[in-house]
């Protein structure tokens, strides 16, 4: 609905530096964005799981002033399993549109071109706790799940790791498409670019490294 008000506020939204990075990571990973109006203004929406209510929340604190609803819980119901979700949308912006473009074609999102250029500690560190996960309890690797992503994708985003931050990866296949395997020589370097940036409720995935 059209509120004089809200748009006289949004005129004064601009993405700071911090906020772009943790949107790289975001859409990288779990955040999504949404046009109503054929991509002339996105909004950012971010759901997780009701688990993992504090790394919402801090991310609700990051994205605050582009937000007029605090987080909410709401039930899903899949194949008869009910999950329990924790999400919010921000205002729907124009500053959100480039990010729009670059990532998203045909309503499907990918990877850009350019991702070597945005891909900073800060975004890698939140596209971790996003997708992140330890191999096993048996290995040191790391993996990133990126199945959502074709194989060429997958192979540009192990290539800007080895360029940018000399992280070691392989591609890892797997029915449903293709995962990032952080090798075991390059964890502890991987652990300490990221670990600053990480929400201590994240700090699971990083458990006995760095």
């Given at each position: 609905?059209?509120?004089q008000s809200?748009?006289?506020?949004?005129?004064?939204?601009?993405?700071?530096?911090?906020?772009?990075?943790?949107?790289?990571?975001?859409?990288?990973?779990?955040?999504?964005?949404?046009?109503?109006?054929?991509?002339?203004?996105f909004k950012?929406?971010?759901?997780?799981?009701?688990?993992?209510?504090?790394?919402?929340?801090?991310?609700?604190?990051?994205?605050?002033?582009?937000?007029?609803?605090?987080?909410?819980?709401?039930?899903?119901?899949?194949?008869?399993?009910?999950?329990?979700?924790?999400?919010?949308?921000?205002?729907?912006?124009?500053?959100?549109?480039?990010?729009?473009?670059?990532?998203?074609?045909?309503k499907k999102?990918?990877?850009?071109?350019?991702?070597?250029?945005?891909?900073?500690?800060?975004?890698?560190?939140?596209?971790?706790?996003?997708?992140?996960?330890?191999?096993?309890?048996?290995?040191?690797?790391?993996?990133?799940?990126?199945?959502?992503?074709?194989?060429?994708?997958?192979?540009?985003?192990?290539?800007?790791?080895?360029?940018?931050?000399?992280?070691?990866?392989?591609?890892?296949?797997?029915?449903?498409?293709?995962?990032?395997?952080?090798?075991?020589?390059?964890?502890?370097?991987?652990?300490?670019?990221?670990?600053?940036?990480?929400?201590?409720?994240?700090?699971?995935?990083?458990?006995?490294?760095?």
């Open positions: 609905m059209y509120s809200i748009e006289s506020y949004k005129t004064n939204l601009k993405l700071t530096p911090r906020q772009k990075e943790i949107l790289v990571g975001k859409l990288l990973g779990d955040g999504h964005l949404e046009t109503s109006n054929k991509g002339r203004t950012l929406r971010i759901e997780h799981s009701l688990t993992q209510k504090e790394y919402v929340n801090w991310l609700y604190q990051e994205f605050k002033e582009w937000v007029r609803t605090s987080p909410q819980i709401k039930k899903q119901k899949v194949k008869g399993t009910i999950y329990w979700k924790y999400w919010f949308n921000t205002l729907s912006h124009g500053s959100f549109r480039f990010y729009g473009q670059q990532f998203y074609r045909n999102k990918i990877i850009p071109g350019l991702i070597h250029r945005w891909l900073t500690p800060l975004a890698l560190a939140v596209w971790f706790m996003d997708d992140g996960s330890i191999k096993s309890k048996y290995h040191r690797a790391r993996i990133i799940n990126t199945q959502g992503y074709t194989k060429r994708e997958v192979e540009r985003l192990i290539a800007v790791l080895k360029s940018k931050f000399d992280i070691q990866c392989k591609l890892r296949r797997q029915k449903e498409g293709y995962q990032i395997m952080i090798l075991a020589e390059s964890v502890d370097k991987f652990i300490r670019i990221i670990k600053p940036h990480l929400h201590s409720s994240m700090y699971y995935k990083i458990k006995g490294l760095g």
